[in-house]
């Protein structure tokens, strides 16, 4: 079959940091394996479709998304003396490990795992984070549109394991929100949506819908590489 790509696809390095994380880690990287389950092979138009009983399969065509390219998942280890068994990953997903010989901290370990590719879009992911089938082609096709083009960073809604909406996201912060909440007036019923009472978390809001922040959290954090390195990364004090 010949087939005619129409724009190529964008590629994306994961960068994963982890402290103590336990039996989280295997959660998420099963999360990452069923976003790249529906991905198209060679370009054409047949769709992947494995089984319950072929989820342990390799992940063909260079582990493609829908929308992007994957071009590695980067495990920053700061605790190598409990290194995390990779094994049952190495062949489903591009996993580059890295065991750091002291605690680097997470903005460090993160700059030195970016480091480490040179794709387009750079997502930051908890290692608790489960990401739902469709979660990371839609944050990329959201950012990729040239109608977001000035849109450096962005995120998903984040939900608990019980399905409760986690609202993360935040306002710049001035001395007058830090006061406001710790005065607790935030939180008084007649104040949430009063703007001279409001703190740098937005917990009046539902997070329901998209809209331009000033904040996301970094359990899920999608951004541009470009915008990434002239930064020089993350803050590492």
């Not at 990287?29 to 198209?40: D, F, Y």
Request: aromatic share 8%.
């Amino acid at each position: 079959t010949n087939v005619t790509m129409l724009f190529p696809k964008p590629s994306l390095q994961i960068v994963i940091v982890l402290y103590n994380s336990g039996p989280d880690l295997d959660f998420c990287l099963e999360s990452l394996v069923r976003s790249l389950i529906t991905t198209k092979i060679a370009n054409t138009e047949t769709p992947v479709n494995l089984s319950s009983q072929d989820s342990n399969s390799s992940v063909v065509n260079n582990y493609q998304g829908s929308h992007y390219i994957l071009d590695k998942v980067t495990v920053m280890d700061n605790t190598p003396e409990n290194p995390p068994n990779l094994d049952p990953w190495i062949t489903r997903l591009p996993i580059d490990y890295v065991a750091s010989a002291t605690n680097l901290g997470f903005g460090k370990a993160c700059n030195q795992g970016a480091k480490r590719s040179q794709s387009e879009y750079i997502l930051f992911l908890n290692p608790d984070c489960f990401v739902s089938p469709s979660a990371i082609d839609t944050a990329l096709l959201h950012l990729s549109k040239p109608v977001h083009s000035t849109t450096a960073v962005t995120s998903v809604l984040l939900k608990s394991m019980t399905g409760e909406v986690q609202k993360t996201c935040a306002r710049r912060p001035t001395l007058k929100m830090f006061i406001n909440e710790s005065l607790g007036l935030d939180r008084i019923s007649w104040s949430r949506n009063n703007p001279h009472f409001v703190s740098h978390h937005m917990r009046e809001w539902h997070h329901k819908e998209s809209k331009f922040v000033d904040h996301v959290i970094g359990a899920f954090y999608l951004i541009r590489r470009s915008v990434f390195e002239s930064l020089n990364g993350f803050d590492e004090r």
